[in-house]
């Protein structure tokens, strides 16, 4: 016979009696007679990821969860002491959405809080307080919520023509806490070893993003044309996320950007059917490379994807080991929309976003042009007439000379 109905009370009520019970014990009773391990004074752990705050009760090989408690407490340097989770005899409650302890650990000991994508401002002090009655434990540990820097190295050409800067980017995002280091090395031919450079750098201040952690951008600013045209730059990140620093490396090779001009070409003289626009790129390596034609439509106001009529011709390359290509769009004449801007989008992976040029065709030239050429090719006959008689002149004479000087012979 259970002890509850002797006293004459429903099981309802004796678990609601229990409860209460280690409510008052779990908030009341001083610690003691129980030990928890927690993961020593200071617990780091990822942004984002499902964590476990670890509270353990040693030795404890299979215990009963109905006389047990559990709270789950976290307070930061300023906030007050608040309530994560509790766990009362068989009742629990996750105030922190998400949180949770897994019973069936809980029978071995186990009253870790599961925490399911951690954010930035859940760092603090977290306070396992756990009942075995009648024993009561208490541990704390100092949560710290960290996140890796997301780097990225790249060329950037200052403006599209400014020829004679170039800038190597190194871009760390996404990181937390905001100290970072951020260093710029050249690889030594003749020492073969990476050398720190201190001249032409330039850190912006780490900005911080909405969900609390900092982007941070570091430029290098290398004058053209680089002597040492083969080198290699390194751009040496530190962060507390890390063990040990992480390292971008980047290669100026040769003449790495394209140098483009986008322009009109007659196909031949006598076609006056069909007009070119010409997109040429030179001097780029590695001859990985994207063209693509836009067409600026004035309806839509925005430029419009080009997919008939293109050539581009495979890439060819040059003496110095660099990639010229070039790219042609073929217009019928007379083009309707006269006024129109095409666009050539050159992708290069020595730019992180693409270049476009631009090109349009004048106002009323689509019409001008065959009359050119019928004027040029009228010209012809016209020219020939009057060369002609005076060729036979011409020709008369000189042969007159020559026979004659041969006569003196
Ligand atoms: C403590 O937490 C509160 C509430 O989340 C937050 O507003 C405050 O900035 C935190 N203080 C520190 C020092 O992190
Ligand atoms: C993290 O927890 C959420 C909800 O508790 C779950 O949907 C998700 O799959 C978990 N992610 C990982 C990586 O375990
Ligand atoms: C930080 O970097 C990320 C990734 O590059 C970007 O999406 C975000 O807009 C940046 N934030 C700020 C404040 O610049
Ligand atoms: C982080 O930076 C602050 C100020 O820049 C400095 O006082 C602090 O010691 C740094 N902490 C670490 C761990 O480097
Ligand atoms: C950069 O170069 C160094 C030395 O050549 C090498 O150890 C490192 O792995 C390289 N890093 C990357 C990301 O390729
Ligand atoms: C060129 O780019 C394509 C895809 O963008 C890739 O599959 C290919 O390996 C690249 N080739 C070289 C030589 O980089
Ligand atoms: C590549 O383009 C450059 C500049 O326009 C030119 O001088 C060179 O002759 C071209 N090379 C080839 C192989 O066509
Ligand atoms: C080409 O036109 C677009 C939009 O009209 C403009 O944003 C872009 O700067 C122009 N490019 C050049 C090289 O003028």
Known sequence: MAPWSALGMSWAMAMALARLLLALWLALAAAGGLEVEMAGRRQTVSLNKNITIICKVPGAPNLDIRTMGIRWFWKNQTSDLEKVFEFIGDHQEAIRPGATVSLWRLKRGDASL?????QLREAGEYRCVVVVTPQKAEGRVWLE??????????WEQP???NKEEKHAVCKSSGFYPPNISIRWKKWIQKS?????????IFTERPVKNEDGTFNITSYLKLKLPVEDTGATYQCVIWHKSWPTSQKLNLTLPRGASPDSKLFW???TVNNKEEKHAVCKSSGFYPPNISIRWKKWIQKSAQYQEISENIFTERPVKNEDGTFNITSYL????????????????IWHKSWPTSQKLNLTLPRGESEKTPYLLYLWILSIPVVGLILLPLYFVWKGRYRDRWTSGNETY
């Open 145 to 154: 919520v960290i996140a890796s820097p997301d780097s990225k190295l790249f």
């Open 330 to 345: 073929k217009l019928k004449l007379p083009v309707e929309d006269t006024g129109a801007t095409y666009q050539c989008v």
């Open 265 to 267: 070409e007659q196909p």
């Open 159 to 161: 403006t599209v023509n």
């Open 192 to 200: 073969a070893q990476y050398q720190e450079i201190s001249e032409n």
């Open 114 to 118: 599961q925490l399911p994508a951690i």
